[in-house]
């Protein structure tokens, strides 16, 4: 398999440079720790490592140190289609080389290999309340898979240390190829009441298949927009909900199935992959309030009303980035090149012109650039895609594609339990109480 002989001849130095750092310069201060900083979330606390992405707050998301628009002109793509292969991504962020055609074409074959998923999944799906929200069905169905774990059944066999990478990333390969099918099955399941099993072609990339099994009408459209969601969507450093989840229970020698569902667990959060519904339901709002397209000047007006009535405009604004979202671009030039006249885009275009100096003018965002929600769900809608309530589905697909390999290689690094110390609020007092008087 390739992606087993590429870690395999990377693994040595990995392995030296990582055991390095911990043996030789484990004392070293990377970063002091702030009260706020222990209240407030960690965030910003320098405590994780990973190689596959890095927000760089100028030029957004790198994906192995390439940018958004360095990775879809480099990477391969489909016989006449513009985005790449999501198995050239996949192949990037798991070897950290850009891929060959032949190489990526050869994650594309893997994943049809394995695509096939066991009746008892579809039972099990097909006898959940028809009420079940999709991110729940989604979750469940991949604990379910978990029956068929290549790394709990060799771990209880007795593994060797040195190998787990090898059963991670065979789990992490059957997992990405099933999820396609699983995302499509639960979308025709839940809002159309079909429950026939769809079948993966072989001879279709990864974005085709799950364009035609989730049965849109544009489905060449769609597979192109599938392609660029999913490579956006893969990852975003290791310390988000989704990603610091599945670092955190794999840490545990969970194995990927068991993580990746927590991991979607983390994602159904209000806080973290619900935002991309709220941008679209606030533009539709936008546009049933004003009747269509609004001018600059309503736009305006509506935008300070908003604000005035303690509302918030979704969509703006990100904890690192101080440009425009890379992924947010991507999306727009995908949109004005194919549907620029659709009334949502303009009004997306428009609020990229008019909001970020509203918030500007109001003060309290330290960055009201556009980050990639603001436009997401805009492109689900212009293709059929309008429940809501399922576009985290498709975000938790891309998802996996980045935090399986941060798994295969904590694991072929041998990363430890993670298990940070905790204090007291009394202990912290004392803390500041000591700085205070000294």
């Known amino acids: 398999m390739i992606l087993h002989e590429q870690i395999a001849s990377q693994l040595p130095s990995w392995r030296e440079r990582y055991k390095s750092l911990a043996k030789e310069h484990g004392e070293v201060v990377v970063a002091n720790v702030t009260v706020g900083q222990v209240i407030g979330g960690m965030r910003d606390i320098k405590s994780l490592v990973t190689d596959i992405s890095y927000v760089d707050p100028a030029t957004g998301i790198k994906f192995r140190g390439m940018s958004i628009p360095e990775v879809l002109k480099a990477l391969p793509k489909p016989r006449g289609a513009k985005i790449p292969y999501v198995g050239g991504l996949y192949y990037l962020l798991t070897v950290g080389e850009v891929p060959t055609r032949e190489q990526a074409e050869a994650v594309e074959t ?255 965002a330290k960055n009201p650039a556009p980050n990639v929600d603001a436009i997401s769900g805009t492109l689900q809608y212009y293709y059929g895609v309008r429940e809501f309530d399922f576009y985290t589905v498709l975000f938790g697909v891309g998802r996996a594609l980045g935090v399986t390999p941060n798994y295969v290689w904590a694991r072929a690094l041998g990363m430890p339990l993670e298990r940070p110390k905790s204090l007291t609020t009394a202990m912290l007092e004392d803390v500041v109480a000591k700085a205070a008087a000294a």
């Open 110 to 364: 893997e994943w049809a290999k394995r695509a096939d998923v066991p009746d008892y999944v579809f039972k099990m799906l097909k006898s959940m309340p028809r009420e079940t929200h999709p991110m729940t069905l989604f979750s469940q169905a991949v604990l379910a898979l978990q029956n068929n774990s290549v790394f709990a059944r060799r771990y209880h066999e007795g593994m060797k240390k040195d190998v787990y990478w090898e059963a991670a990333l065979e789990d992490s390969l059957d997992l990405t190829a099933k999820l396609p099918v699983l995302a499509a099955f639960i979308y025709r399941l839940k809002y159309f009441g079909e429950t026939k099993k769809p079948k993966y072609n072989a001879r279709q990339d990864y974005g085709m298949n799950f364009a035609r099994m989730m049965g849109v009408a544009d489905v060449k459209g769609y597979a192109e927009l599938a392609r660029l969601y999913f490579i956006l969507h893969s990852d975003h450093e290791s310390g988000n909900v989704s990603a610091h989840t599945m670092h955190l229970v794999g840490s545990a020698l969970s194995d990927p199935y068991l993580s990746f569902s927590a991991s979607l667990n983390g994602l159904a959060g209000p806080l973290h992959g619900l935002a991309n519904q709220e941008c679209l339901g606030w533009l539709i709002d936008v546009k049933s309030h004003m009747g269509g397209v609004p001018s600059r000047e309503q736009l305006y007006q509506f935008a300070w009303d908003t604000l005035n009535s303690g509302k918030v405009i979704p969509g703006y604004g990100h904890a690192v980035l101080r440009v425009p979202d890379p992924r947010f671009t991507a999306q727009m030039e995908f949109a004005k090149a194919r549907f620029p006249e659709d009334e949502l885009v303009r009004l997306a275009d428009l609020v990229f012109d008019v909001v970020p100096a509203v918030l500007k003018e109001q003060g309290k």
